[in-house]
């Protein structure tokens, strides 16, 4: 999936110190944190100037009216950008119980950098400042999937549909149609070569007619680490289970991922991933240097 500002949470900056052998929960988490902090210093000016640049750019199209419709729903684009760092505790759990991935993390949405700290121990920590991918690990078992591939992943699950607001975005309209007994706006959206990490993974979003809430999303995984010759993984469905509304925001508190199967009803194939979204937060400051990487950390894009 692929990786694309103002809110967001916490003051996530751990006290490493107290960390021991018993895994912590990401509220415990939060409370581990330095109070040194940094203001999120991004002038309403150009928050207000990216968001009428995108508010004329998708309403010149009805696949982007559509689009913006959805973003209104989940309560502007503005509101999203101007919340601050956004927090979250994203537990990823493949029902085969292979590729677990569950940190704490805190994302700033505005320039894309983030940082999480493994629930079990938060010693370990991995994170993107948006220019290089960093990892403090303790040993080679600490982190068992791509850490640089995942450090923005969960934002194109939670971001939905705001990650979808830049320059070198397609959209295209399909056909409405049904979904879980609830008619559904469907856009295709694209990316422009060397666009992110992966330009040529693609979306699918099934946007609730009634409620303009992104309901589900169809996706491929066409990272090149993982396709050095091209082609990318089966076309997966991520559904949506329930929302919160937070400072204004309506964020999904939970998915669950099927593969997708065109013939099977609602195009749902078999249930492969559940996903649970919970200590969802915004702040408008984080530590000082928070999203850099920690002495002694690996670098992982030299």
């Known amino acids: 999936m692929k990786t694309s500002y103002y809110l967001l949470g916490l003051c996530l900056a751990l006290s490493f110190v107290a960390c ?49 419709s959805a973003m209104e729903a989940h309560g502007g684009l503005e509101k999203w950008y101007a919340n601050g760092y956004f927090s979250m505790h994203f537990d990823y759990q493949p029902l085969s119980g292979k590729g677990i991935r569950d940190s704490y993390q805190t994302i700033d949405t505005w320039s894309n950098k983030a940082k999480h700290h493994s629930i079990s121990d938060p010693e370990n920590s991995y994170g993107w400042d948006g220019k290089q991918a960093w990892v403090v690990a303790k040993d080679s078992t600490s982190f068992t999937y791509d850490t640089q591939f995942w450090a923005l992943t969960p934002l194109y699950f939670s ?24 008619l559904q706006k469907v856009i295709k959206v694209t990316y422009d070569a060397g666009i992110g990490s ?20 169809k996706y491929i995984v066409s990272y090149p680490e993982y396709f050095p010759n091209g082609g990318h993984a089966p076309e997966k469905i991520t559904v949506t289970q329930d929302t919160t509304t937070v400072d204004g925001i ?15 009803k609602d195009g749902l194939g078999e249930y492969i991933t ?9 702040s408008p400051t984080v530590e000082e240097n928070f999203f850099a990487a920690p002495e002694g950390a690996e670098i992982l894009n030299d």
């Open 20 to 68: 021991k052998e018993t895994p912590k929960k990401a509220s415990t988490i939060k409370e581990d944190i330095e109070t040194v902090q940094s203001e999120y210093n991004i002038p309403d000016s150009w928050i207000q100037k990216r968001v009428a640049s995108a508010n004329k750019r998708l309403n010149a199209t009805e696949a982007g009216k559509v689009l913006w």
């Open 159 to 182: 971001g939905q549909p705001f990650i979808l607001d830049g320059q070198g975005v397609n959209l295209e309209l399909l056909p409405e149609q049904e979904f879980k007994g609830e």
């Open 198 to 217: 992966a330009p040529d993974d693609y979306y699918i979003l099934y946007i609730n007619s009634k409620t303009n809430l992104v309901d589900a999303f």
């Open 250 to 264: 309506v964020l999904a508190t939970g998915f669950k991922t099927y593969w997708s199967k065109p013939e099977a």
């Open 274 to 282: 559940n996903i649970i979204v919970t200590d969802i937060s915004f």
